[in-house]
């Protein structure tokens, strides 16, 4: 499952419609219950866990994608 495919689940968006520039506030379901599911999600899909910094500092896309790439879990 790739960056996108969780974001899409998780927000219930289309796959084609998430990049690195999508933010929080552009996307109308994400709020703070939602983004605890994300993070989770994300720990689960990539099997790893984000730290706290990490977790308050996400606020789009390219931010989690920032995380996953310095634990060298995707390209």
Sequence with gaps: MTLENVF???FAIP???VH???ELRQIS??????H???ISRIE???NMQL??????DLSNVGD???ALRSRDLIS
């Design 44 to 46: 689960e899909v990539f």
């Design 51 to 56: 730290t706290g910094d990490e977790i308050a």
């Design 20 to 22: 690195d520039t999508l």
């Design 36 to 38: 605890m599911v994300l």
């Design 8 to 10: 899409a689940e998780v």
């Design 15 to 17: 796959a084609s419609s």
């Design 64 to 66: 989690a994608r920032a």
């Design 29 to 34: 379901s994400w709020d703070s219950m939602s």
